[in-house]
């Protein structure tokens, strides 16, 4: 356990006193004033509707919210509106077609330059392109692809025609798409040859294969050509996109939706081991978005070159990469690949080469920056960057004043920005310009969004303590449902208090009353801002016929926030299998779900620690996982189980 922290435990943040004041130039000329906050305040549905001016609908919507079947909301009702009219159409048509909406910088250092009026036409003839396929309203399609222009291409395809997408990551496992296409029952899958990671082509379609051998309802896959690797080719099935996207009109005329009309399904791990489809939909979604973008990333459509490095395959690209910046006719960076290839100064030698002036990225990835040394970005020119911001999980002060001294050059703002797969939009942030930044803080509630930190009654806790994260009003671009399960909607969010999103966050308020998230609560992990379930894993490790019993916890980890640490029963018959069984069992694992769940640290046992009713308390393996004294054990029903895995744990180390 090489890599274990000896961090400061998280709230030891609280004694964390810099801070750092906006800077007066950048305050001047900021998006977001501090008036916003009474502002919202005041009448929050009247706040909600200005705000929808930002879209442009074909029909003006009669009511801001209807919550009278809460939970289940209905924002800016009557309203309709197409999602890529608004991404797209509206800007060419107000003569900004020539805008660069992407510079796409791929991993081999191929280049494009796609300009709003190119980006319409490809996004016309892929739409035309489903159509053509049979693809109609209300359909699901599934895309599975790497980070290349097409994939923003495919997802405002489908929201012209309002077929929902589901996005799903390509580093997942032909099973976890397999489950995501079957859960949603998608009849068309979009996919590449592959894409290329860290320095060579790292195929994607033979796991669409294996994952459609049982799918029967998908009737056709479209396949951009990228790497150029082989591919098996299901005749009747497979077209290549160039050719069959390539062939259609450039024209299309989109259609309006109503306001909740699906815009996509987004799955997430939850504490069960079957994942949620997050459904958002389209008006409250748009307005959300390109709001927070605006507000949060101060963005100036003329100037800014805005990049958010992280995944389309996850919310923060879906809100971040294509609709909240392609709704404000923003210019954006799109890199490909891995940040290190093919030298550790990848990213900042891409935002010397665009002039960036915006960077949103995650904590692991500075936190990877930082171990690998200042000297690097210091070889760059990073002038451009004007404001910074993070997200997906805590970050550390250390990492936080890090990035803002050697990315930010000790000046621009940093905003720390809370949110989830769920809540489809930025919820609490420092509003760059107006609040004060404090290194490992969230700060406060958008202007329009209300939170609070309460106890195990649901009451709010005073400043200087800690609690549950809650939301408590709806929000536009909120999670409508869980798909296909509305019932696991309402227990998840909304039941564990009464009347108030349960976001499965613990929170605390310092003396300012500024919150602090903390990390879950719940049993899912935050392993380099990627969320994972402890049960899923469990349940992909105990599906090896090797395995009788698993018990899995997230131990945090100095670079990715937390790691998987496992502890298994082996069955009978595999006793005695060494270093090879737990090989197995990581493959196992990356193959169930896809490498980010793959554990760092596996460890055989011959027992696991249960209370007497037989539950796993995972508390005791969490703190054997990080090497710290293990807590109360007077529940336990064999108490010298704890010792004996704190023995093994130690001689693995
Ligand atoms: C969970 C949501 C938001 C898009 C990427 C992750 C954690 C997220 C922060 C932050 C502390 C954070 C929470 C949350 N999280 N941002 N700024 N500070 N924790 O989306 O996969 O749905 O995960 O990420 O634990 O619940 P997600």
Not at 204 to 211: F, I, N, Q, R, T
Not at 275 to 290: E, F, Q
Not at 375 to 395: M, N, Y
Not at 556 to 584: K, P
């Amino acid at each position: 356990m090489s890599e274990s922290s000896s961090e400061p435990t998280l709230s030891n943040l609280l004694h964390e006193t810099r801070h750092f004041d906006p800077p007066a130039e950048f305050a001047a000329a900021a998006n977001a004033t501090a008036d916003l906050y009474a502002e919202a305040e005041a009448d929050p549905e009247a706040f909600w509707a200005k705000q929808a001016e930002r879209i442009t609908w074909e029909t003006p919507f009669e009511q801001v919210l209807d919550w009278s079947k809460a939970p289940f909301a209905k924002w800016y009702v009557g309203g309709k509106l197409n999602a890529a009219y608004n991404c797209l159409d509206r800007h060419v048509e107000a003569g900004n077609g020539d805008r660069v909406a992407y510079y796409f910088e791929g991993e081999p250092g191929d280049t494009r330059t796609i300009t709003y009026a190119q980006l319409k036409d490809e996004v016309c003839q892929a739409a035309n392109a489903l159509i053509e396929l049979g693809v109609r309203t209300g359909d699901r399609v599934a895309i599975y692809m790497p980070m290349i222009p097409e994939t923003v291409v495919a997802m405002l395809a489908c929201a012209r025609i309002g077929a929902p997408h589901t996005v799903v990551f390509g580093g997942f496992s032909a099973t976890a798409l397999r489950d995501r296409i079957v859960d949603c029952q998608a009849g068309i899958v979009i996919t590449s040859d592959g894409g290329n990671r860290k320095g060579k082509p790292s195929a994607l379609k033979p796991a669409v294969d294996e994952a459609l051998a049982e799918c029967p309802d998908v009737r056709n896959v479209l396949v951009v050509k990228r790497t150029g690797q082989d591919v098996d080719w299901t005749e009747g099935r497979d077209l290549w996109w160039d050719d069959f996207v390539g062939k259609q009109s450039t024209e299309h005329t989109p259609e309006a939706f109503d306001s909740e009309h699906p815009l996509y399904v987004m799955y997430t791990s939850g504490t069960t081991g079957k994942p949620k489809g997050i459904l958002h939909t389209t008006g409250g979604y748009l307005v959300g978005t390109s709001y927070t973008h605006w507000a949060v990333f101060d963005i100036k459509p003329e100037t800014d070159v805005y990049w958010t490095a992280a995944d389309i395959g996850w919310v923060t690209g879906h809100s971040y990469i294509v609709y909240g910046p392609l709704a404000n006719g923003t210019t954006s960076v799109m890199y490909e690949g891995t940040p290190d290839t093919p030298h550790p100064g990848r990213w900042w030698e891409i935002i010397a080469k665009y002039r960036a002036t915006i960077l949103y990225c995650a904590p692991t990835a500075i936190r990877t920056f930082m171990k690998i040394g200042a000297e690097v970005p210091a070889q760059h020119d990073l002038t451009s960057l004007r404001l910074i911001g993070s997200v997906g999980e805590p970050i550390n002060p250390e990492a936080y004043v890090w990035y803002r001294d050697n990315i930010g050059g000790g000046k621009t703002p940093v905003v720390d920005t809370w949110w989830q797969t769920e809540t489809g939009m930025i919820m609490i942030s420092p509003l760059p310009g107006v609040t004060s930044g404090k290194p490992g803080s969230a700060m406060n509630p958008l202007p329009g969004v209300s939170a609070d930190v309460v106890d195990d009654a649901g009451d709010s806790v005073p400043n200087g303590s800690g609690g549950y994260l809650v939301l408590k009003r709806p929000w536009p671009a909120m999670l409508r449902t869980v798909w296909g399960d509305d019932q696991r909607y309402v227990d998840t969010y909304w039941s564990r208090f009464k009347d108030v999103y349960f976001a499965g966050d613990g929170a605390k308020r310092d003396e300012d009353g500024d919150i602090w998230v903390l990390g879950r609560v719940d049993d899912v992990m935050n392993v380099s801002g990627h969320r994972l379930s402890t049960t899923e894993i469990e349940s992909a490790l105990v599906s090896h016929p090797k395995v009788a019993e698993a018990a899995v916890v997230g131990a945090s980890d100095v670079t990715t926030g937390q790691a998987v640490v496992a502890f298994v029963i082996l069955r009978e018959s595999a006793q005695g299998g060494g270093d090879d069984v737990v090989d197995e069992l990581r493959k196992h694992v990356s193959s169930e779900i896809g490498a980010i769940a793959r554990p760092r640290n596996i460890l055989v046992v011959s027992e696991l620690p249960k209370t007497r009713s037989g539950k796993i308390m995972r508390r005791l393996l969490r703190d054997v996982a990080e090497h710290r004294e293990v807590g109360d054990v007077t529940t336990l029903a064999d108490s010298s189980v704890i010792g004996a895995i704190e023995q093994g744990m130690n001689a693995s180390s």
